[in-house]
């Protein structure tokens, strides 16, 4: 059984060696965060939630990194194994949807609604998460050690807030996770997404006139409610309920103090207040779960009416930024769970993956079962009218004869040996997510699929064979490197093989110094040239071009990078040779191999009008001083 609260979840992280509890002074700014990002990447003895109990300028400990492994989110929501996580939605929904037509089938579901009934929230009077109140001039939200994560961030943010609001309409509840940047004393910065229920919210309150929305942010919370806050329920779901259903037992709900809502009553913090329809103020930038700063824009903002909290409340907090963080652990057990919320409505679904370098919504990996022509295309269209799933920029369909899912290595090997430019690629434009900075306009630009399972007829025959021999790989980054343009040069794929895939074809990587718009397909058509004039074309027909100075010794990089840098219909290339059929109809025929992606920044002169992001670094002199620290804070191994 999931634990119920946030402490019970600690001492269970303490008996199985998950929870390490730091007591050297640390300090909010950066310094929380930077441990906690290399925390995550370490290996499987040093990656632990952390709680650090001396935290400068504050009386409150913090606690990070709490669900960042795959065994922490076991823990969280009371399962043993991956088996167990992906029953658990689907005896959910056959809970609280499954039509009962027949009287038998209504007899036999009393037990079931009997179980529903008892996982409602439960009202209570008193709760711990108000054991202190503070209002009026009582308020300061400088006492809580809210962090500043990346050295860019436009203040400290609270980064892992259970954000409560009510349908103006319908009184339904609403729990989501949008972050808060403190501005103040009494002032956060309310930043929720078009797309998101607490903006529709605010859209519904501005046109039933009133003026304005009443909030109420919850941090510290039982796990399974903190994870039922980013889950992507399906519409009218209470995540208050998922949560009962997760922990086994209803989530205890008190009644705010200056605010008509409800929060967990056994939460650590509570901040109540309101959001004026219609005022905005800048907000940002942070460093966003992509890897790059979202940029500073207007949103709403958040009039704090009350702070409550324990009298020894515990700060739950996160980092996020280039993967993996612990975002990413949350992410693979959304993938697990929702799987039969897939299959719901796409039967023919076998697997999925959420690759971590694709950051929850660049990139997706589906299996079917193919039972007819199309399919793969039908498969993809479903996701991108699923909710959140619409942002899909990638996806990849292979089907029950391809390799696993986590085959990394075979899955490339496939990619790259069975993909035919002509063919198996889709472009499609749509919605896309707030925070993909490489979209051609905010909220809008173009996504692809790639249709890898077995030929049906009608579909038409791949032409992606005829490749030739393969090249020794130092032959390839030595010919290319003399290539005008070119600053460096890699070889991937090469020798890569699995279940469903042959051997043999591979793809070339180069950096170049973008000194004009044109310089990436100008390097693409030198290579495609190069490779065919000396038998190259095995592995100079597929091109990753990025810039100059990035190492290309770090496949995941490549591949995050690769998906965060492009808008699909625009950055991927393809070789034509146009012709005319007999009714003299211009047939475009592009080459079946040649694929080449532009994974460059863009800017002004390739007709980019918005500001192109930083990646997210820490400071080097604090990464330094953590390395040195590193044993001393009681982690095992290396600081990566």
Not at 156 to 163: F, G, K, R, Y
Not at 184 to 212: N, P, Q, S, W, Y
Not at 387 to 412: N, R, S, W
Request: with cysteine; hydrophobic share 40%.
């Amino acid at each position: 059984m999931a634990a119920p609260d946030l402490r019970t979840f600690l001492d269970q992280l303490r008996a199985e060696g998950e929870l390490v509890e730091i007591d050297r002074e640390v300090d909010t700014e950066l310094e929380i965060a930077a441990i906690a990002d290399r925390v995550s990447r370490a290996d499987v003895a040093a990656n632990k939630a952390l709680l650090f109990t001396d935290v400068k300028g504050s009386r409150f400990p913090v606690l990070m990194n709490a669900l960042g492994s795959e065994r922490r989110m076991q823990i969280a929501l009371g399962v043993e194994d991956q088996v167990a996580m992906e029953a658990l939605l689907g005896d959910f929904l056959d809970l609280i949807e499954r039509p009962r037509t027949t009287w038998r089938e209504k007899l036999g579901a009393l037990p079931l609604l009997g179980r529903l009934a008892k996982l409602f929230p439960r009202h209570v009077r008193k709760g711990a998460c108000q054991e202190v109140v503070l209002t009026g001039d009582d308020i300061d939200l400088f006492d809580i050690p809210i962090l500043r994560t990346w050295p860019e961030d436009g203040g400290p943010v609270v980064t892992l807030p259970l954000v409560f609001t009510k349908d103006p309409g319908s009184g339904a509840r609403n729990c989501g996770m949008y972050r808060l940047q403190r501005y103040d004393r009494d002032t956060l910065g309310f930043h929720v997404h078009t797309h998101h229920t607490g903006a529709e919210h605010l859209r519904k309150a501005a046109a039933l006139g009133r003026d304005r929305l009443e909030v109420a942010v919850a941090v510290g919370a039982a796990a399974p409610v903190v994870f039922s806050a980013v889950s992507p329920l399906p519409p009218g779901v209470d995540e208050m309920l998922f949560a009962a259903f997760l922990q086994g037992q209803p989530v205890p709900l008190v009644k705010c103090r200056t605010v008509d809502l409800e929060v967990p009553a056994n939460a650590e913090f509570v901040i109540e207040g309101y959001v004026l329809v219609d005022e905005k103020r800048v907000e940002g930038p942070f460093g966003d779960h992509t890897g790059f700063y979202s940029l500073a824009d207007e949103y709403g903002v958040l009039h704090v009416t009350a702070v409550t909290h324990r009298k020894d409340a515990i700060w739950h907090s996160t980092v996020v930024g280039p993967p993996p963080q612990e975002d990413c652990w949350i992410g693979a057990a959304i993938e697990r769970l929702f799987l039969p919320l897939q299959r719901k409505v796409m039967p023919e679904v076998i697997d999925m993956r959420l690759p971590f370098a694709g950051v929850f919504h660049n990139f997706m990996v589906l299996k079917i079962k193919k039972d007819y022509p199309g399919q793969a295309r039908k498969a993809a269209h479903t996701v991108w009218g699923l909710g959140q799933a619409m942002f899909t920029k990638v996806i990849v369909v292979v089907d029950e004869d391809g390799p696993d899912l986590t085959d990394d290595e075979a899955l490339l090997a496939l990619l790259l040996k069975r993909l035919d430019a002509s063919r198996d690629l889709e472009f499609v434009l749509g919605p896309t997510e707030t925070l993909d900075h490489a979209s051609r306009a905010l909220h809008y630009g173009s996504k692809v699929s790639i249709d890898l399972t077995g030929e049906f007829p009608g579909e038409g025959p791949r032409r992606a064979g005829g490749e030739g021999s393969v090249p020794a790989e130092g032959d390839v980054i030595t010919a290319l490197r003399e290539l005008a343009g070119v600053d460096d040069v890699a070889v991937i794929g090469v020798g890569a093989g699995g279940k469903g895939a042959g051997k043999g074809s591979g793809a070339v990587v180069v950096t170049v110094d973008k000194v004009a718009p044109s310089v990436p397909r100008v390097t693409m058509e030198q290579i495609w040239d190069y490779g065919e004039k000396n038998g190259l074309q095995a592995v100079t027909d597929r091109v990753l071009v990025l810039d100059r100075g990035e190492r290309l010794d770090l496949p995941a990089r490549l591949l995050w990078l690769a998906l965060s840098h492009i808008d699909p219909e625009r950055d991927v290339h393809r070789s034509y040779n146009p012709t005319h059929d007999g009714s003299l109809r211009r047939q475009s025929n592009p080459h079946p191999r040649r694929l080449g992606i532009d994974a460059t920044t863009k800017g002004p002169a390739d007709g980019f009008t918005r500001e192109w992001p930083d990646e997210q670094v820490h400071p080097r002199k604090l990464l330094n001083r953590i390395a040195n620290h590193w044993s001393d804070m009681g982690l095992a191994g290396e600081c990566p």
